[in-house]
C-alpha cells in the first residue's frame, strides 16, 4: 500500500518561499501522474500543479502559474513543489496524490492521498 507523506510547510512573509516535498512510501508512484492540491479553511479542495511521470508534462492552476514549480525525482520516489512569490491567498493545507483518472485538475481522479502540510504566508 503506497502511502505518500507531504512535508516542507511552515510559516513565511508574503514574497517569500517554500519547497514542499511528497514522499511515496511502501511502493512507488513512478508511472503515475502526481498531482498537489490545497484547501484553505472553508473552502473546498483546489488544484495546483501536476506533473506526467516522465516529468515532461506539467501542468498549473491559473493562480500559480510563473510562481510555482513541480517537479520530480523518481529515483528517490519524491515529486517537490518550488514555490516563490507567495502571498496570503496561498495559505492553506497542501496535499499530494497519485492520479488514477484521467482529469489532472480534478481531485476525484486522485487517491492515496497524504495527511498534508500547512503553508501560512504572513502579510
Known amino acids: 500500500q503506497v502511502q505518500l507523506v507531504e512535508s516542507g510547510g511552515g510559516l513565511v512573509q508574503a514574497g517569500g518561499s517554500l519547497r514542499l516535498s511528497c514522499a511515496a512510501s511502501?511502493?512507488?508512484?513512478?508511472?503515475?501522474?502526481v498531482g498537489w492540491f490545497r484547501q484553505a479553511p472553508g473552502k473546498g479542495r483546489e488544484f495546483v500543479a501536476a506533473?506526467?511521470?516522465?516529468?515532461?508534462?506539467?501542468y498549473y492552476a491559473d493562480s500559480v502559474k510563473g510562481r510555482f514549480t513541480i517537479s520530480r525525482d523518481n529515483a528517490k520516489n519524491t515529486v517537490y513543489l518550488q514555490m516563490n512569490s507567495l502571498n496570503s491567498e496561498d495559505t492553506a493545507n497542501y496535499y499530494c496524490?497519485?492520479?488514477?483518472?484521467?482529469?489532472?485538475?480534478?481531485?476525484?481522479?486522485?487517491?492515496?492521498w497524504g495527511q498534508g502540510t500547512q503553508v501560512t504566508v504572513s502579510s
Open positions: 496524490a497519485r492520479m488514477f483518472g484521467s482529469r489532472y485538475y480534478e481531485s476525484g481522479d486522485y487517491a492515496s
Open positions: 511502501g511502493g512507488t508512484f513512478t508511472f503515475y501522474t
Open positions: 506533473i506526467r511521470w516522465s516529468g515532461g508534462n506539467t
